[in-house]
């Protein structure tokens, strides 16, 4: 099949080259030129573990390719995606501009019947908003909603293997539905996994997915609270509460507070859209209320050992991005923390194996970054532990010991929380842990 995907930002070359994989003719479009340019060399700009090898091989088997020319490339396709941004306006809502851009574009190109299909993330009304705006058009234009849930560090995974694929498409659009069938059906034989609802339903979806994972974080960190408060262990919490299979274990760690492009972005949108339309939904309130407290929890810990005082103190950080195998920072509990040290004038010294240099264009040379993790701890009065990468799993905690000033561990994945740190000369803290 013939494939336009509009937008080569995370979603857009993700699923691009996917779709390529599966044995489609697709173009991913931008209107950045540079990043095209870039990306035609082989250039990959956002880090992703298995998607180089996944474009270079579908380039080279010429089944995919880069334009920055929308207007030529929906022009030839049977199925054109819809995957730009659509960054919050400050009064919470989504910026539809993109989205709309690419719509009326498709509508004044096409050469035959096609699919518009919208994988961006959109609020509810965004797919009857597209075709109002396609409904002029020389050929038919079907829109599809098609919310993606790739993760971050999984996001190939994901795609080739997905869970399940929401599809929004009227009940009777017999076109839309063999086509997006057919395309999806080298990752879905098992034919259950495709689901089909109305487009508002899709559209829902992914918010009320987002939110749900969001909310079960959220609880999960404010029983860790309790949990410190009445020498309950969150771990054995967490096993006995999982083991419900109505419950289930994942998404129940607690941590730093949960961050990203898509958490505390969907939360708040669920909340917007709900109010647009009069109707409160306070768990998705709460669970953002929530998230932006937790946040705060490991400088309050930091602060409590320090005895309300962190000017002048050497605070080491480890992990900055918001989880493993990402380079990404956004809404990363790391900012928080950096904020509160550096308002406060302790002085910072962090690692993290992808993270620096994005912290790097925030801060310049307000945090200092250093390439080898134990240089951070060298002389530290704290050292702080943000993301559970696995090279900071199991660490040598005697050079540890010897090069910190100050041997105060506050662990905020809970990783060293089984190693009996206390009993080896430290003072160990994680989140929700019992003292040993
Ligand atoms: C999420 C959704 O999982 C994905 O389906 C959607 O398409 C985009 O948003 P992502 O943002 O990549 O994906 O990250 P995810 O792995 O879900 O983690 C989100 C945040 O929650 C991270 O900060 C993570 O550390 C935190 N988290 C996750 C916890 O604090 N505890 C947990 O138990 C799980």
Redesign the pocket.
């Known amino acids: 099949m013939r494939i336009c995907m509009v937008g080569t930002g995370y979603v857009g070359l993700v699923s691009g080259a996917g779709f390529a994989e599966m044995g489609n003719d697709v173009v991913c479009v931008d209107i950045d030129k540079a990043k095209v340019e870039r990306l035609r060399q082989g250039e990959v700009p956002i880090f992703e573990p298995g998607l180089d090898e996944l474009i270079a091989r579908n380039v080279k088997a010429g089944r995919l390719t880069f334009s920055d020319d929308t207007a030529a490339s929906v022009a030839s396709a049977q199925v054109v995606f819809v995957g730009v941004g659509t960054p919050p306006r400050s009064d919470g809502g989504a910026d539809l501009s993109a989205v709309d851009k690419v719509a009326e574009t498709v509508a004044a190109n096409v050469k035959q019947e096609t699919i518009l299909v919208l994988k961006s993330t959109v609020p509810v009304g965004t797919n009857a908003r597209a075709r109002r705006i396609v409904a002029k058009a020389a050929h038919p234009i079907h829109v599809v909603s098609n919310p993606?849930?790739?993760?971050?560090?999984e996001a190939v995974n994901d795609f080739l293997r997905p869970d399940r694929v929401v599809l929004g498409c009227d009940s009777d659009d017999t076109f839309a539905r063999d086509i997006m069938a057919r395309l999806y059906h080298p990752v879905c034989l098992d034919k259950d996994r495709i689901i089909w609802m109305a487009p508002a339903s899709a559209e829902l979806t992914k918010y009320v997915?987002?939110t749900m994972?969001?909310m079960?974080?959220s609880f999960?960190n404010e029983v860790a609270t309790l949990c410190e408060k009445v020498g309950a262990d969150i771990h054995e919490v967490r096993h006995g509460v999982g083991s419900d299979v109505r419950i289930g274990p994942?998404?129940?760690?607690?941590?730093p507070?949960?961050?990203?492009?898509?958490?505390p972005k969907?939360v708040q949108a669920l909340v917007q859209t709900g109010r647009e339309h009069g109707v409160e939904i306070d768990l998705a309130v709460s669970t953002h209320r929530v998230n932006e407290r937790q946040k705060g929890l490991l400088p309050r810990k930091l602060k409590t050992h320090m005895d309300g005082d962190i000017r002048g103190k050497r605070v080491a950080i480890w992990g900055l991005t918001?989880?493993p195998r990402?380079d990404d920072v956004r809404e990363?509990a790391a900012l928080t923390l950096i904020d509160v040290l550096l308002t406060e004038g302790a002085q910072i010294v962090a690692h993290d194996p992808e993270g620096m240099p994005k912290i790097r264009e925030i801060y310049g040379d307000r945090v200092q970054l250093v390439e080898d993790a134990y240089e951070a701890a060298r002389g530290a009065d704290a050292l702080v532990l943000l993301t559970e990468w696995r090279q900071y799993q199991n660490p040598d905690f005697d050079k540890l010991k010897s090069l910190m000033k100050r041997p105060l561990l506050l662990d905020g994945r809970n990783i060293w929380s089984t190693y009996g740190l206390r009993g080896q000369g430290f003072h160990y803290e994680g989140v929700g842990v019992r003292s040993e």
């Open positions: 993606e849930f790739l993760k971050e560090g997915s987002n994972l969001a079960r974080i999960i994942k998404f129940l760690y607690a941590g507070g949960y961050g990203g492009s898509c958490f969907d918001f989880k990402t990363s």
